[in-house]
């Protein structure tokens, strides 16, 4: 599960990416209650448009982005993310204390910090990859995952108590600092140690990361199946908070869901870094499963029943995210991967811009029991085109074989013939079975000698 921490890189990166991950967890919490309930009077629609203008850039940025990621020095490109993003959250924590902020000036820094976040992600995602082999890509990008959900259990917690202690500028000053854990560990990372960046100039263009998806349908359905989910199903933000004020709690109370959710979340990780391979009936299988979880929290009637269902949520979404970008990144060219990743980081991202404001309408209109069964509704549709497509492919009733890297693992090699089977099964010579990399990851894997 943790074969990744081999390498010094990784582990360096890791321990990184968590102290900031537990702070921009905070600034997001901190984010949505201020707008909910300082800025508005309860108003989910203003929630929305927030989270809309925030995860616009990486939509409408995504051909510049993915090129930007391929052509700069990934490790550069992050540590200057990571100052700008510390600058924007000094900034909003000292307009938040001094009392100037305002909803209209809030609804620009999230734009602002949506302009960042689109050549950070990408390069964020993207750099895992440049950090481990090849074999261990997958098991880090799992591993990412769980980074990024164990400070999901932190982060919310601490910021709904902080908010309520000392209040929620305090919390945006506090996640600028902890920018500094991302900033000393790319520092630390041996320049040396990466892999070689792959560089073609017959890929060179903005276009051909759209061009290479265009070739290969599996790509295509992950996409379609993530902005659906991006768009309906992930507005977590959204229910946690309204959910919160329907059972009468505070923000302390809107945190802890936040950070529920995210047990869930951080199991459906560390799953994901036990599989060998990331597989495209995973990810069927895990919007089938948000989509059942998601209905039947709607239905619950109290605070605890619903904040137990919701670490189903947390599990059913990590399994489908984890496994659809370690999916795309180990079955992409190198050269080509980074412009890749900022599509489907854009489609991840820009289907919020698309769903959020629905959301939150449906919340503010019906009640955000209503707005869940949108997501559920989110979910549905996604697994439904997912498992069309399997379907129609005839990925279903291939017999599906799956050997793990491990050179330990032989087979005899038989002549054929039946008359020698018996006499010269004793005396063959084991040969080791390993997966084609280019397999497609849910068919059989292809035995070479």
């Keep these: 599960?943790?074969?990744?921490?081999?390498?010094?890189?990784?582990?360096?990166?890791?321990?990184?990416?968590?102290?900031?991950?537990?702070?921009?967890?905070?600034?997001?919490?901190?984010?949505?209650?201020?707008?909910?309930?300082?800025?508005?009077?309860?108003?989910?629609?203003?929630?929305?448009?927030?989270?809309?203008?925030?995860?616009?850039?990486?939509?409408?940025?995504?051909?510049?982005?993915?090129?930007?990621?391929?052509?700069?020095?990934?490790?550069?490109?992050l540590i200057l993310t990571q100052v700008l993003m510390g600058i924007v959250s000094v900034v909003i924590g000292t307009l938040l204390l001094t009392g100037v902020m305002t909803l209209g000036l809030m609804y620009v820094f999230a734009f602002l910090t949506g302009l960042i976040v689109a050549f950070d992600n990408p390069a964020r995602q993207t750099f895992v990859t440049d950090i481990v082999?090849?074999?261990?890509?997958?098991?880090?990008?799992?591993?990412?995952?769980?980074?990024?959900?164990?400070?999901?259990?932190?982060?919310?917690?601490?910021?709904?108590?902080?908010?309520?202690?000392?209040?929620?500028?305090?919390?945006?000053?506090?996640?600028?600092?902890?920018?500094?854990?991302?900033?000393?560990?790319?520092?630390?990372?041996r320049v040396h140690e990466l892999q070689p960046r792959a560089v073609s100039s017959g890929r060179s263009r903005l276009s051909e990361g759209f061009r290479y998806v265009r070739?290969?349908?599996?790509?295509?359905?992950?996409?379609?199946?993530?902005?659906?989910?991006?768009?309906?199903?992930?507005?977590?933000?959204?229910?946690?908070?309204?959910?919160?004020?329907?059972?009468?709690?505070?923000?302390?109370?809107?945190?802890?869901?936040?950070?529920?959710?995210?047990?869930?979340?951080?199991?459906?990780?560390?799953?994901?870094?036990?599989?060998?391979?990331?597989?495209?009936?995973?990810?069927?299988?895990?919007?089938?499963a948000f989509a059942v979880v998601a209905f039947l929290s709607s239905l619950m009637p109290t605070y605890t029943l619903y904040a137990i269902v919701i670490v189903g949520i947390g599990f059913a979404t990590v399994t489908l995210l984890t496994t659809a970008n370690g999916y795309v990144q180990t079955s992409t060219p190198p050269d080509v991967r980074g412009r890749v990743?900022?599509?489907?980081?854009?489609?991840?991202?820009?289907?919020?811009?698309?769903?959020?404001?629905?959301?939150?309408?449906?919340?503010?209109?019906?009640?955000?029991?209503?707005?869940?069964?949108?997501?559920?509704?989110?979910?549905?549709?996604?697994?439904?085109?997912?498992?069309t497509w399997m379907l129609a492919s005839g990925r279903v009733h291939r017999r599906k074989l799956s050997f793990s890297i491990d050179e330990t693992v032989s087979i005899p090699v038989v002549k054929p013939g039946p008359e020698q089977f018996s006499d010269e099964i004793a005396n063959t010579t084991p040969i080791p079975i390993v997966p084609d990399p280019e397999q497609d990851a849910d068919g059989p894997a292809a035995p070479r000698r």
């Design 341 to 387: 990743m900022a599509i489907y980081m854009a489609i991840l991202m820009g289907g919020t811009p698309v769903g959020a404001p629905i959301v939150g309408w449906v919340a503010a209109e019906w009640g955000p029991r209503a707005a869940i069964n949108v997501g559920a509704v989110g979910g549905l549709v996604a697994c439904l085109i997912g498992l």
């Design 133 to 189: 082999d090849r074999e261990l890509a997958s098991n880090a990008v799992a591993l990412n995952a769980a980074s990024f959900n164990s400070a999901r259990m932190i982060g919310p917690a601490a910021a709904g108590v902080l908010i309520v202690v000392i209040g929620s500028g305090w919390v945006f000053l506090m996640n600028a600092i902890t920018f500094a854990g991302m900033i000393i560990a790319l520092s630390l990372v």
């Design 1 to 77: 599960m943790f074969r990744s921490f081999a390498s010094f890189n990784y582990r360096v990166w890791f321990l990184g990416a968590l102290v900031s991950n537990i702070g921009s967890w905070m600034q997001s919490t901190a984010q949505s209650w201020v707008v909910l309930t300082y800025l508005t009077h309860n108003d989910a629609g203003a929630m929305g448009l927030t989270m809309a203008l925030q995860f616009a850039p990486p939509l409408l940025l995504v051909g510049v982005t993915g090129w930007v990621v391929d052509r700069f020095d990934r490790r550069k490109l």
């Design 215 to 288: 070739t290969r349908p599996d790509l295509i359905v992950i996409f379609v199946m993530v902005f659906l989910m991006g768009a309906l199903a992930m507005n977590f933000p959204i229910y946690a908070s309204t959910m919160a004020l329907e059972f009468g709690r505070e923000a302390d109370g809107f945190g802890l869901l936040s950070s529920i959710i995210a047990i869930g979340s951080l199991a459906g990780a560390l799953m994901a870094a036990r599989r060998d391979r990331a597989r495209l009936r995973v990810v069927v299988a895990a919007a089938g």
